[in-house]
Nanobody, 128 residues
Framework: LRFSCRRGGGLVQTGGSLRLSCAIS????????IGWFRQAPGKEREGVSC????????TYADSVKGRFTISSDVAASTVFLQMNSLKPEDTAVYYC?????????????????????GGKGTLVTVSS
C-alpha cells in the first residue's frame, strides 16, 4: 500500500477546523479497514477513527466523538478526516493507516492495537 497525504495539517486556533486527506493506492477499499491515528508529544498513540466500507461502519475515540468525521471517496481512493471545534489537546501528529480486515470487530480491534500499514504523519497544532 502507498499513502500520500494530499492536504496536511497546520496551525489553527481553538474552535477552528481542519480537513486532512490521505490518498491510498494499491488496495481494494472493501477489503480494508481505514483509520486515523494521532500521537501527541510524550503520549501514547491514539486511535482516532476507523471506517470499514464493507458494512459502512465507523467508530470514533470518545475524545473526538461529535467533533471529527471520517469519510472517503472510493473512486479517488482517498480518506478524509474533518476536524471541527478543535481543542489544544487535539495537537498531535496525525496519520492514516489501513489493515487487511473489515467490519466493526476489525475496526474496534485495530483502533486499539494499531493497523498494519500507515502513512507519514502530518502535524496539527491547535493554539489556545
Amino acid at each position: 500500500l502507498r499513502f500520500s497525504c494530499r492536504r496536511g495539517g497546520g496551525l489553527v486556533q481553538t474552535g477552528g477546523s481542519l480537513r486532512l486527506s490521505c490518498a491510498i493506492s494499491g488496495f481494494t477499499f472493501e477489503d480494508y479497514a481505514i483509520g486515523w491515528f494521532r500521537q501527541a508529544p510524550g503520549k501514547e498513540r491514539e486511535g482516532v477513527s476507523c471506517f470499514s466500507s464493507s458494512d459502512s461502519f465507523t467508530t470514533y475515540a470518545d475524545s473526538v466523538k461529535g467533533r471529527f468525521t471520517i469519510s472517503s471517496d472510493v473512486a479517488a481512493s482517498t480518506v478524509f478526516l474533518q476536524m471541527n471545534s478543535l481543542k489544544p489537546e487535539d495537537t498531535a501528529v496525525y496519520y492514516c493507516a489501513a489493515s487487511y480486515c473489515s467490519g466493526a470487530g476489525c475496526c474496534r480491534l485495530e483502533m486499539h492495537y494499531g493497523m498494519d500499514y500507515g502513512g507519514k504523519g502530518t502535524l496539527v497544532t491547535v493554539s489556545s
